[in-house]
């Protein structure tokens, strides 16, 4: 096992792949770990691996369970199952999509990202402290979390290119102003629970009668005392040292090896008139506005006149269309494969991208220059301690697994053998954990039949980059059916709110009969005991209605000669009756610009995520996808 994930990084001689992430991820920092090589699904031949889709089950089921307050049917695990596997699917498929399509996030502009999350800054400034500190937090490596942000990004411009394509028609944005600006009367009249709790009594036979028809619902939760040998890259790369001979001597066999390793990569500065296609303009004519702007430098007019004139990107456009140096991997593909493939004063266009038509001048070249030893000595010596590291860690790794697996039935010889301590766990659950026992392979193996049954090590576990463990249970307590005594309050208080709320919902139910037959609002207030608020016309968006009665209200149909009467049920247990007497519709010419505006981009949205919507089922449907069901019974 460990030796495969060993053949997957071969130290600094393996050689160019990881000086060339090094030098990627310079100012980031780099985790090399394994992955965990079962596999929750095939996605068009591609596999998911099956860590993050049972780390991301375990999370919501976890979440559920405390919102809830119990443990999580297994109906409804089961759906959460199906949901996270399908949107791990769905995630995949865009970013094959991504690929096929050429889609790119230089270095440059991940690292911009990045550093532009407020999570991440401390005073307004991005804190390297604290982005380490908080990916650690969470477990996670930069590397990894780079990854993923570059994933993001790579399909943020995916779905832009397709949101750029969404627009509202005329008739459909006077329609939503309308709604938008369309009032409705409405009177309303509250039923607290609490006026009923002092109404109801729980005697001790509906107690006790609750408690044994459903004795699962009052059980101590399964759990296990868990100890367990950890074996962390972190740690060990911490007390590693790289001399500067050993650092000057690697730099100079890689130079002899590969002149070029050390090369700074060749960059361009260039100049651009970006013609956007927005909702309001038709492709072919941005296409032919590009032309007639090419034809214009083309003719001698000054580049960046024309595009501080023209351009619509707000960014270069001041500058007269300057992207000053541009690397390989900063810009989008067609973008990049015109500007790469130019010669110095060239213009070419139109170019078309995502973003929609460029006219391109390049300026100016300049080859990347060798770094010298004293330039190129930090990435060196954190490429070879990070080697370093990494022999000691498999090393280590597997001697914890061969000594595990010869002494089963204890962690006390891999323990003395790697000098690291044996650490405990107690009170682990099915679910709902925290820390190192939130891992869902952590706790699946903690509860698996070789480890809870048979009393045996577990093999080695690949957590995370750069952590494996193996475990052990010390001590199993299975649920139990707890006393009565030590439930009987939480029972009764949960008779009482159950009774209260059928009280609740009981006088609704009359209390809007009452109206229906047309009985006053204030009067039979007055009977219910309720908080009566009298008739006045309410907007979609005001503040002083319960927004679930707002919602409610809008929701329902239009009054066809005779009121609208319905009860809205809050989470409390109170009861809210209202009736809807009448509609006004909205005067769309009231209607300011900058909110007829506002509702058009809501209308684009709507738009543009209903085409990411088909666009994510068609690839689907196309997709051959087979789930790996059995990973997760």
Excluded: C
């Amino acid at each position: 096992m460990l030796q495969k994930i060993r053949e997957k990084i071969t130290g600094w001689v393996a050689g160019v792949v990881l000086a060339l992430l090094a030098f990627v991820f310079a100012v980031w920092g780099i985790d090399i770990g394994f992955s965990n090589r079962n596999t929750a699904a095939v996605v068009n031949g591609d596999e998911i691996p099956i860590a993050p889709v049972r780390q991301s089950i375990q999370l919501q089921v976890s979440r559920l369970s405390q919102q809830i307050g119990a443990d999580v049917p297994e109906v409804l695990e089961d759906q959460i199952r199906r949901d996270v596997i399908e949107d791990f699917v769905r995630q995949r498929l865009l970013l094959q999509r991504v690929r096929e399509a050429g889609y790119r996030i230089g270095d440059e502009e991940l690292r911009r990202g990045i550093r532009e999350m407020p999570v991440f800054q401390v005073g307004g400034q991005f804190s390297m402290e604290s982005y380490r500190a908080l990916l650690a937090n969470y477990g996670q490596s930069p590397a990894g979390f780079e990854a993923e942000q570059r994933q993001i990004m790579e399909i943020g411009q995916l779905q832009d290119g397709i949101l750029r394509s969404a627009f509202a028609t005329t008739d459909e944005l006077e329609q939503q102003v309308r709604l938008a600006r369309e009032q409705r009367e409405l009177e309303w009249i509250r039923l607290p629970v609490s006026n009923y709790a002092s109404d109801v009594t729980v005697d001790e036979a509906d107690i006790l009668a609750t408690y044994e028809a459903s004795p699962q619902a009052y059980q101590s939760p399964e759990t296990v005392d868990v100890e367990y040998i950890e074996v962390d890259l972190e740690s060990i790369a911490a007390d590693i040292e790289v001399t500067a001979e050993d650092a000057r001597l690697t730099y100079e066999e890689q130079v002899a090896r590969e002149p070029d390793l050390f090369r700074a990569p060749e960059t361009r500065r260039a100049r651009h008139i970006l013609v956007a296609i927005d909702n309001d303009t038709d492709e072919a004519e941005a296409e032919a506005r590009a032309q007639t702007l090419l034809e214009r430098v083309q003719g001698g007019e000054d580049f960046a006149a024309v595009a501080q004139e023209a351009s619509d990107d707000t960014g270069s456009a001041p500058m007269g269309g300057d992207l000053d140096w541009v690397e390989p991997g900063v810009m989008v593909a067609p973008f990049e494969e015109a500007l790469f493939s130019m010669e110095v004063g060239e213009i070419r266009g139109p170019v078309r991208t995502p973003f929609g038509f460029h006219v391109i001048l390049l300026e100016e070249t300049r080859e990347g220059e060798t770094r010298t030893f004293e330039e190129a000595r930090a990435q060196i010596e954190e490429d070879l301690s990070r080697t370093k590291a990494e022999d000691a860690y498999y090393e280590r790794a597997e001697t914890l697994e061969r000594f595990a697996f010869d002494n089963p039935d204890t962690l006390v010889p891999a323990a003395d053998e790697l000098g690291l301590e044996i650490q405990t766990l107690s009170g682990v659950r099915r679910t709902g954990n925290t820390g190192l026992a939130a891992n869902p392979e952590f706790v699946s193996t903690a509860f698996s039949l070789e480890v809870l049954e048979d009393g045996e090590n577990s093999a080695a576990l690949e957590l995370e980059e750069g952590r494996a463990v193996v475990l052990r249970v010390a001590e199993h307590k299975p649920a139990e059916l707890l006393p009565l005594a030590e439930v009987r309050d939480q029972i009764r208080a949960q008779l009482e709110r159950e009774a209260a709320r059928a009280m609740a919902e009981q006088a609704a139910a009359d209390l809007r009969q009452q109206l229906a037959d047309g009985a006053s609002a204030d009067e039979t207030a007055v009977a219910f005991d309720g908080d009566h608020e009298a008739a006045r016309l309410i907007g979609r968006q005001d503040t002083e209605v319960p927004p679930s009665v707002r919602d409610a209200a809008f929701a329902a149909a239009a009054p066809q000669g005779v009121p609208v009467i319905d009860t809205v049920s809050l989470a409390d247990g109170s009861q809210i009756v209202f009736r809807l007497t009448r509609v006004e519709p909205g005067d769309a010419d009231s209607v300011p610009v900058a909110e007829r505006r506002q509702l058009r981009d809501q209308l684009i949205r709507r738009s543009g995520g209903e085409e990411i919507t088909a666009y994510l089922t068609q690839l689907r449907d196309d997709a051959s996808v087979v789930v790996s069901t059995e990973q997760f019974e």
